[in-house]
T-cell receptor, first 114, second 111 residues
Framework: GAGVSQSPSNKVTEKGKDVELRCDPI?????LYWYRQSLGQGLEFLIYFQGNSAPDKSGLPSDRFSAERTGGSVSTLTIQRTQQEDSAVYLC????????????FGAGTRLSVL | DAKTTQPPSMDCAEGRAANLPCNHSTISGNEYVYWYRQIHSQGPQYIIH???NNETNEMASLIITEDRKSSTLILPHATLRDTAVYYC????????????FGKGTSLLVTP
């Protein structure tokens, strides 16, 4: 596609429910990244994929968070048993190659946990 | 990554040049200077990057001092749509996968 696409753009859920956030990277980009941004805060790195594997999961805040990437393309970030502190904008980025290459971001998914 | 220092906020009149400074006095020889911006309610957007030469693209110009300890992002004719938080990031191939955005400079372009 022309850019990184994320869905849904907004998600409201109740505390304790599971949510799935989707990211469709730019075609041909092998590297994919998830970040989150809490209100008024900076970006917090969550996880990085190279192809289908995730060599760096260091940023996932708890075992309620997981992510997968299939076919070297679409990625899904899953949050189980959501808590109010999970409320944030979840941003996905992709790049042609990892590390020093330019990252292109989607518009994000705004998650609100009531 | 080398630490960067940016002013927290700046104002610029519409149509004038916006000059956003960044200090990176501990930059190493292999580290590039990247600039991104984040418009309200949008994801960050790549603007430009450079190593030691000045760079220009359709969005902006990047001026890097000869000692590479500081740089300036120039938006030659700022518009209201340029109101955003601008981030200066210094990194190389050993910097890992995550971009460290820091606090950036909040640029307000006024009519």
């Amino acid at each position: 596609g022309a850019g990184v696409s994320q869905s849904p753009s907004n998600k409201v859920t109740e505390k304790g429910k599971d949510v799935e956030l989707r990211c469709d990277p730019i075609s041909g980009h092998t590297a994919l990244y998830w970040y989150r941004q809490s209100l008024g805060q900076g970006l917090e790195f969550l996880i990085y994929f190279q192809g289908n594997s995730a060599p760096d999961k260091s940023g996932l805040p708890s075992d309620r968070f997981s992510a997968e990437r299939t076919g070297g393309s679409v990625s899904t970030l899953t949050i189980q048993r959501t808590q109010q502190e999970d409320s944030a904008v979840y941003l996905c980025a992709s790049s042609l190659a990892p590390t020093s290459d330019i990252q292109y971001f989607g518009a994000g998914t705004r998650l609100s946990v009531l | 990554d080398a630490k960067t220092t940016q002013p927290p906020s700046m104002d610029c009149a519409e149509g004038r040049a916006a000059n956003l400074p960044c200090n990176h006095s501990t930059i190493s020889g292999n580290e590039y200077v990247y600039w991104y911006r984040q418009i309200h309610s949008q994801g960050p957007q790549y603007i430009i990057h450079g190593l030691k030469n000045n760079e220009t693209n359709e969005m902006a110009s990047l001026i890097i001092t000869e000692d590479r300890k500081s740089s300036t992002l120039i938006l030659p004719h700022a518009t209201l749509r340029d109101t955003a938080v601008y981030y200066c990031i210094v990194r190389d191939s050993n910097s890992g996968y995550a971009l460290n955005f820091g606090k950036g400079t909040s640029l307000l372009v006024t009519p």
